[in-house]
């Protein structure tokens, strides 16, 4: 026995319920990391037949269980159904013990060796799916996989995996390769014009240019931020503020430094547009 008992039946209920809850792919990860731990798990092997997709793959996993057990009723039964045979008929002799148990813990082909208190106390304890050493009371919200409090992420409806998590960036950041370059280009004609202003007037005025860039700048960089972002659909990509934020700060510090003149002015600029356009991208 590779892992503990109790900690084997934590697995195979959290699994169990995964997989009744319709999540076939997360119930999959778990069943295999549970033959992984346990081969010699029955239950393991039957549960991880029932949500495979692969014919014959699953009727492997079914042998693997009744080799292990030639009782299991999971594996009897989903065999049978996956060769289209007569499913086999029960009768109260086949199983092993006289007393009543719960239905699932028949399943398992498992007997219980803990007092009730304690199953009841092990139904709330999973294992992190990518720490199987740390327990956990936590769940993903969306794919019922156990989470430890470091993998978690809190959101507004409940704690989320890392695999959602990313799920979800993936659907939030979509913004393509097209949008990428076109957002470059246009951020550096539009950085240029600002820069080429800013060196041109900056040189001729002095102080009140500072005081104008100091309140305009924001306005700019919004402005600038708003023509990128109309550009590209309003798509979003994840580096794409600050890939326009340096071509922005380059594109102004350029032209300025040519022309020779409008440093402040040009500084003032920076950051009071410089942010406002990062802003916009988001
Ligand atoms: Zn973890
Ligand atoms: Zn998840």
Known sequence: MSISQPRLRSMLRQADKVAANGKRSAAEDLYRQITEEAPESAAGWAGLAGVLLD???REQAYE???????KNKAALVGLAELRGEPIPEFPEEVVEEPEPEPVDEHDHGYTAVTPDEDEEEEAHIY???RHPNRETSLRCYTCGKPICIDCARKTSVG???PDC?????DKYFNATNTDYIIAAVLAVVLGVIGGVVIGFI???TGFLFWIIMFFVGGAAGSFIGGVLKRAIGRRRGRYL???VAVIMVITTILPV???GGGFIGMIIYLVTAVPAVYYQMR
């Open 257 to 259: 430094l040519t022309l």
């Open 55 to 57: 014919p014959a793959e």
């Open 64 to 70: 693997k269980a009744l080799a292990l057990d030639p």
């Open 165 to 169: 998590q990313r799920e979800l960036q």
């Open 127 to 129: 294992y992190c799916y």
């Open 159 to 161: 704690y989320s995996c």
């Open 202 to 204: 900056g040189a001729l």
């Open 241 to 243: 503020p600050m890939i």
